[in-house]
């Protein structure tokens, strides 16, 4: 393991100075550490903004980078303009990364960086990503990646750094509850960033809020919770179906095969 991270620190520390593509998410709260560690004040983490990252969830990455003390910026991204983005098609994430790297990338010769970073891991090279595509046409490098680094081995480096991501669950954004070919829209997403909120307020840890719309635009909640967690549901049943309900889903169905990952 040291040599991995030997191996980021010097790839980090060859690229610098450098914009590091941060969402608070485990592999990019890691990254944003060891490139604040190693390079000082030549690194910027940023956060892309838009109606996909819950309000929550923004917050709580600033909370850290302030923690970590990193430097970062909130930049708008505009993906919910792209009717490629927003007719949600199976390679979705293209456009928002491309959307994000185009952003990036002109951040980046304003403040003459030398390169752009962002978490892709080891592991991520087993399943299909659209957004590495849009890595690949910006140049954009995967430190985590390169050094070998698994998701585990993320996990193990960041509790021995005290970052409370350490054990986090993956969290996605929050268009990725609605199906392909669903058209995604604002208010779909802040439909599902309230749902998620009050799940997570009835003690629920790992789960997801799939937004699936039904004939004459008619919102089904399919809710999904971590197997571990299935044990908890019963009492708190009527309260889920009650509280989506409230939010304007007009039918909750529990799934009973649970979540598991890595679909999200």
Do not use: W
Request: include cysteine; aromatic fraction near 6%.
């Amino acid at each position: 393991m040291s040599s991995k991270v030997e191996f980021l620190e010097n790839l980090l520390r060859k690229n610098a100075p450098l914009i590091i593509a941060y969402s608070g998410g485990v592999d990019s709260a890691y990254l944003l550490a060891v490139a604040h560690r190693a390079l000082g004040d030549r690194m910027l983490g940023v956060i892309a903004d838009s109606p996909s990252l819950p309000r929550q969830a923004l917050a709580d990455a600033l909370s850290l980078a302030r923690q970590i003390g990193a430097p970062v910026k909130v930049i708008r991204t505009d993906e919910m303009q792209d009717e490629n983005y927003t007719g949600n098609p199976m390679n979705r994430c293209y456009f928002c990364k491309t959307e994000l790297f185009q952003k990036l990338n002109a951040l980046g010769v304003e403040g003459n960086f030398s390169a752009i970073a962002y978490g892709e891991n080891a592991d991520d090279m087993r399943v299909v990503r659209p957004g590495r595509q849009a890595a690949t046409e910006f140049s954009i490098i995967a430190p985590l990646r390169d050094a070998g680094m698994t998701k585990e081995d993320i996990r193990e480096q960041s509790r021995a750094l005290g970052l409370p991501t350490a054990d986090a669950p993956a969290q996605p954004c929050l268009s990725s509850r609605i199906p392909h070919g669903t058209p995604v829209t604002s208010d779909a997403l802040e439909m599902i960033e309230k749902a998620e909120a009050f799940v997570r307020g009835l003690g629920f840890r790992i789960f997801r809020v799939r937004h699936l719309v039904g004939e004459e635009g008619r919102l089904l909640a399919r809710v999904q919770i971590s197997p571990d967690e299935m044990g908890r549901l019963e009492p708190l049943n009527d309260s889920l179906v009650s509280g989506l309900t409230a939010l304007g889903y007009q039918a909750v169905e529990i799934d009973p095969a649970g979540y598991r990952s890595p679909a999200v």
